[in-house]
């Protein structure tokens, strides 16, 4: 990210003039169809690149475009155009609260559906996922990935069978033990609901390896996040926490790591040194991609562009820039020392 913008391509970045979302700030409310009904989706574009549009989709499933409020600082100075966007049933979009919309199929369809009307191509298109969403990039890249120039999938693996071990096998007895047996024990118990539950949680587990900061430290965009999560969503697809999925949740056995050989557009995975997700899951995820790179953010946790930015923004930025130039080549990723905080293609 050393190099930044002209002043005149600083004023094109900047200039919305003549725009159909000028008189919006770049705010687009998408028409969408689904199999009941039609209904309106939040997006928000932010600059002006034609060559550089990254589409940012969210976590939870059910959490909100302000997880990504931070990238405000970083990415206009290097001149990426991105695209706030919140999900159907997500809490600036319209909310039928319809289990039966809350399928993967479905949201594959509605990205294509916004991308389209954003006017979105293989020539400038990037798919950003975190977590939740790096599931649902996976599975857009899979079926749509001819209309994309890059693919980010940050933060999240390829398997939930191996992000529910991760987490009961390597973060949990990492714990303190007393809190990590009461952890057990509620969830044995189906105690989900109990205010207990989200306590431990928060203070034990959220604040090692969702967000590495005391709570009271938490950014105010996260907190929104949390307030306007939909509970219901994220419930019945996810589960209760951020701590592996809860059984009989609708991702419960999601796993596409048998299908990462079939992505061949450019691809970087970012993975994180005390993510809830195993890093070394997403550097071997670059390495299944036909055309890979893995950036690991060693500061860093499940948002790594909060606590760890300083490694987490310059290699995003490389990474679409070195896309755009024809720099990327489709060499496999190496790290001299995993764990470093550069990555190679």
């Known amino acids: 990210m050393e190099r930044k913008p002209t002043m ?3 004023s094109e970045y900047l200039d919305y003039s003549n725009s159909a979302d000028q008189s919006t700030g770049g705010i687009n409310m998408i ?7 039609k209904f309106r989706v939040w997006t928000k574009r932010v600059g002006n690149n034609p060559d ?25 100075a290097a001149g990426v155009e991105y695209i706030y966007y919140d999900q159907l049933d997500s809490h600036y979009s319209d909310q039928p609260n319809d289990p039966e919309l809350w399928t993967i199929e479905r949201f ?10 954003l006017g979105l191509n ?7 996922g975190q977590s939740w969403g790096g599931m649902l990039a996976t599975e857009y890249a899979l079926a749509h990935q001819r209309h994309l120039k890059g693919l980010i999938i940050s933060n999240m693996i390829s398997d939930v069978h191996a992000y529910n071990r991760y987490a009961r096998d390597v973060l949990g007895p990492q714990m303190d033990p007393e809190v990590f047996t009461e952890i057990q024990r ?17 203070q034990h587990h959220y604040t090692e390896h969702v967000l590495r900061m005391p709570l009271a430290e938490w950014p105010d965009s996260i907190m929104r996040t949390f307030k306007h999560l939909n509970k219901k969503l994220y419930v019945h697809m996810q589960g209760y926490s951020e701590f592996g999925m ?19 557009v450019p691809t970087l995975t970012i993975g994180a040194t005390h993510d809830t997700m195993d890093p070394e899951h997403m550097f071997w995820m670059a390495k299944q991609v036909r055309n890979g790179r893995y950036l690991h953010c060693p500061n860093g946790s499940h948002l790594s562009q909060y606590d760890d930015p300083d490694h987490f923004f310059p290699g995003l930025v490389e990474f679409v820039r ?17 764990g470093g905080n550069r990555s190679e293609n």
């Open 186 to 202: 509620l969830e044995s118990d189906g105690d989900f609901e109990n205010p207990r539950y989200e306590e431990l949680l928060m």
């Open 31 to 37: 028409p969408l169809e689904t199999p009941k009904g």
């Open 8 to 10: 005149i391509e600083l």
């Open 122 to 128: 293989k020539d400038n298109f990037f798919l950003f």
């Open 108 to 117: 594959v369809d509605e990205v294509e559906q916004v991308r389209r009307a």
């Open 52 to 76: 550089i549009r990254v589409l940012l989709l969210h976590g939870g499933p059910g959490a909100t475009h302000e997880l990504y409020e931070c990238f405000d600082g970083y990415l206009p």
């Open 322 to 338: 070195d896309v755009d130039n024809g720099e990327f080549g489709n060499a496999r990723p190496v790290l001299e020392q995993f």
């Open 246 to 264: 809860t059984p009989n949740a609708t991702l419960g056995n999601w796993n596409r790591s048998a299908d990462l050989t079939r992505i061949e």
